[in-house]
């Protein structure tokens, strides 16, 4: 296996530069004061330029030739042979796009980011424009180097969700689209839960402190991680041994950072989880964006929003803030932070409508790259769908299409798609966890993590990306992605909580 060896050394060298442009990332947007912005830009494209030349190197190439011939007789779910085949996949995306187009577009993603955030709080959707205008011509450029395609957006998904194609993702969304209108709209009929608990003023300090404790029962490794304070939360990683999360306070919403600091610690306990050998090579990330939002989401809303998780912390939050809570019943508790309504953000949105949120997306991406929409009239694309999606008036840019970071800080294309695969995939993960485990919710009354976290680690987040995101749902539930158990979920929580009709259920295609 010398050439084995020796392609190791490189791939470590390429993960160190990637994950050192990951920590200017991080301190871009957490502590990097506004005039570090032009030279944070330069630094992020040399860092990005440096690795994207390093990979599409020849010599990788003829490493990773005699490494194939090496590998050949071991069975495919091997370790090395595993290396080899997401080695080459990698390789083979980025030979094909240009160092100079790499460079380009890490420069222009930090100057644009910089850019959105002086913009978005002033609704200034006009200087954004022409900015997205070149994001949305270096996103086909990039898209253009690959011919390989039936849509632009297929390379583009392929990046963060291999596997999947704009095609693919349709169609699972137009049938999620048909089964969950009915039960968004038997919800929304009925008269919402009184949710004023959760608006009340609470001190960031003690908000951040609850959350804390929680996520270091949910088992976050606080050796291996930290939560710092940002505008649009995010997990990052600059090695196995350190994988961090953001967040934001609201201090008159109680609960608003916390379920922030859930999502966030979801995606990093699959970071942590994977095995620690796997450092310094293409294995040691997360397989897809899909399967990375289904642990987001999992731990945020599944475990972080079932009635069994509350039993067990809400005396401990009752405690923490006592002149908010004391006499705010469990019950009602439970309702307010399961309230499901028609609401502008995404990020604020709750699970239900949040895949109209991100179908609102995906399609503009795939109508801007396909050609069918442009820039200039992007802001008022958005309103018209969002209305006719939501029957809700969008009042500003600001809290229309200016709202997300995605597009004003990467490609567009490919970013959104994973959001609710990931939630489709929380649910049927769940199952198979509790198929294998029945006492997982009742360890969640008693706070216990462990069984849960344990199954999880085994079946997705020790392999890292050693197998693709398909091969991972199929190992893991026996099965290829279902929308069947997330319906399902939606409605065994919802019916209850808003008193759904059996003929409701019908609707929504719930066996
Ligand atoms: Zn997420």
Same mark, same amino acid.
């Given at each position: 296996?010398?050439?084995?060896?020796?392609?190791?050394?490189?791939?470590?060298?390429?993960?160190?530069?990637?994950?050192?442009?990951?920590?200017?990332?991080?301190?871009?947007?957490?502590?990097?004061?506004?005039? =570090?912005?032009?030279?944070?830009?330069?630094?992020?494209?040399?860092?990005?330029?440096?690795?994207?030349?390093?990979?599409?190197?020849?010599?990788?190439?003829?490493?990773?030739?005699?490494?194939?011939?090496?590998?050949?007789?071991?069975?495919?779910?091997?370790?090395?042979?595993?290396?080899?085949?997401?080695?080459?996949?990698?390789?083979?995306?980025?030979?094909?796009?240009?160092?100079?187009?790499?460079?380009? &577009?890490?420069?222009?993603?930090?100057?644009?980011?910089? #850019?959105?955030?002086?913009?978005?709080?002033?609704?200034?959707?006009?200087?954004?424009?022409?900015?997205?205008?070149?994001?949305?011509?270096?996103?086909?450029?990039? %898209?253009?180097?690959?011919?390989? +395609?039936?849509?632009? @957006?297929?390379? &583009?998904?392929?990046?963060?969700?291999? *596997?999947? !194609?704009?095609?693919?993702?349709?169609? $699972?969304?137009?049938?999620?689209?048909?089964?969950?209108?009915?039960? $968004?709209?038997?919800?929304?009929?009925?008269?919402?839960?009184?949710?004023?608990?959760?608006?009340?003023?609470?001190?960031?300090?003690?908000? &951040?402190?609850? =959350?804390?404790?929680?996520?270091?029962?949910?088992?976050?490794?606080?050796?291996?991680?930290?939560?710092?304070?940002?505008?649009?939360?995010?997990?990052?990683?600059?090695?196995?041994?350190?994988?961090?999360?953001?967040?934001?306070?609201?201090?008159?919403?109680?609960?608003?950072?916390?379920?922030?600091?859930?999502?966030?610690? *979801?995606?990093?306990?699959?970071?942590? *989880?994977?095995?620690?050998?796997?450092?310094?090579?293409?294995? %040691?990330?997360?397989?897809?964006?899909?399967?990375?939002?289904?642990?987001?989401?999992?731990?945020?809303?599944?475990?972080?929003?079932?009635?069994?998780?509350?039993?067990?912390?809400?005396?401990?939050?009752?405690?923490?803030?006592?002149?908010?809570?004391?006499?705010?019943?469990?019950?009602?508790?439970?309702?307010?932070?399961?309230? /499901?309504?028609?609401?502008?953000?995404?990020?604020?949105?709750?699970?239900?409508?949040?895949?109209?949120?991100?179908?609102?997306?995906? =399609?503009?991406?795939?109508?801007?790259?396909?050609?069918?929409?442009?820039?200039?009239?992007?802001?008022?694309?958005?309103?018209?769908?969002?209305? @006719?999606?939501? *029957?809700?008036?969008?009042?500003?840019?600001?809290?229309?299409?200016?709202?997300?970071?995605?597009?004003?800080?990467?490609?567009?294309?490919?970013?959104?798609?994973?959001?609710?695969?990931?939630?489709?995939?929380?649910?049927?993960?769940?199952?198979?966890?509790?198929?294998?485990?029945?006492?997982?919710?009742?360890?969640? /009354? #008693?706070? !216990?993590?462990?069984?849960?976290?344990?199954?999880?680690?085994?079946?997705?987040?020790?392999? =890292?990306?050693?197998?693709?995101?398909?091969? /991972?749902?199929? +190992?893991?539930?026996?099965?290829?992605?279902?929308?069947?158990?997330?319906?399902?979920?939606?409605?065994?929580?919802?019916?209850?909580?808003?008193?759904?009709?059996?003929?409701?259920?019908? %609707? %929504?295609?719930?066996?």
């Amino acid at each position: 296996m010398k050439s084995l060896a020796e392609l190791r050394k490189i791939l470590f060298e390429i993960y160190d530069l990637k994950h050192a442009g990951a920590l200017l990332s991080w301190d871009q947007t957490t502590y990097m004061p506004p005039g =570090g912005a032009p030279a944070r830009g330069r630094q992020l494209a040399l860092l990005s330029r440096l690795a994207h030349e390093r990979f599409t190197a020849p010599e990788v190439g003829r490493l990773l030739d005699a490494a194939e011939r090496e590998v050949a007789s071991l069975p495919a779910d091997s370790d090395d042979a595993a290396l080899v085949r997401v080695t080459r996949r990698e390789f083979e995306q980025s030979v094909l796009i240009p160092t100079e187009l790499v460079s380009a &577009l890490s420069e222009h993603s930090a100057e644009s980011y910089q #850019a959105w955030t002086l913009a978005r709080p002033a609704n200034d959707f006009a200087t954004m424009r022409p900015i997205l205008e070149k994001t949305l011509d270096l996103s086909r450029r990039i %898209a253009e180097c690959f011919p390989d +395609r039936e849509s632009i @957006a297929d390379p &583009l998904i392929a990046f963060s969700d291999y *596997g999947m !194609k704009a095609a693919s993702v349709r169609a $699972v969304f137009d049938e999620l689209r048909t089964r969950l209108v009915p039960i $968004v709209r038997a919800i929304t009929s009925r008269t919402p839960p009184d949710a004023s608990c959760l608006a009340q003023h609470a001190t960031a300090s003690e908000q &951040l402190d609850f =959350g804390l404790g929680v996520i270091r029962k949910y088992g976050y490794d606080f050796d291996r991680g930290r939560q710092d304070m940002t505008h649009h939360p995010f997990m990052t990683k600059f090695s196995l041994g350190d994988v961090r999360i953001t967040t934001r306070v609201r201090e008159e919403d109680m609960t608003d950072a916390l379920f922030s600091t859930l999502h966030e610690c *979801g995606h990093a306990l699959y970071e942590q *989880g994977i095995r620690m050998d796997f450092e310094g090579t293409p294995l %040691a990330n997360g397989t897809s964006s899909g399967v990375h939002e289904s642990q987001s989401r999992l731990w945020e809303n599944i475990v972080g929003r079932s009635r069994g998780m509350w039993e067990h912390f809400y005396p401990s939050l009752q405690a923490a803030f006592p002149s908010q809570l004391s006499k705010v019943p469990l019950d009602t508790f439970y309702r307010a932070i399961n309230r /499901v309504d028609r609401s502008l953000i995404r990020v604020d949105a709750d699970e239900v409508t949040y895949n109209l949120h991100v179908m609102l997306r995906f =399609g503009l991406e795939l109508d801007l790259l396909e050609g069918r929409v442009e820039v200039k009239d992007l802001a008022n694309v958005w309103r018209e769908r969002f209305e @006719a999606d939501f *029957g809700l008036p969008v009042p500003d840019d600001r809290r229309g299409v200016l709202q997300d970071v995605h597009w004003y800080s990467g490609v567009i294309g490919g970013v959104f798609q994973g959001y609710t695969l990931g939630n489709i995939l929380s649910a049927q993960f769940f199952d198979a966890a509790c198929a294998a485990h029945p006492g997982i919710p009742s360890d969640i /009354v #008693a706070g !216990k993590f462990d069984v849960l976290r344990g199954w999880l680690s085994e079946n997705v987040y020790q392999h =890292g990306s050693k197998f693709t995101a398909d091969e /991972v749902v199929r +190992r893991a539930t026996g099965k290829p992605l279902s929308l069947d158990p997330y319906l399902a979920y939606l409605w065994g929580k919802y019916q209850p909580l808003y008193g759904l009709r059996e003929e409701e259920r019908t %609707a %929504a295609g719930v066996a």
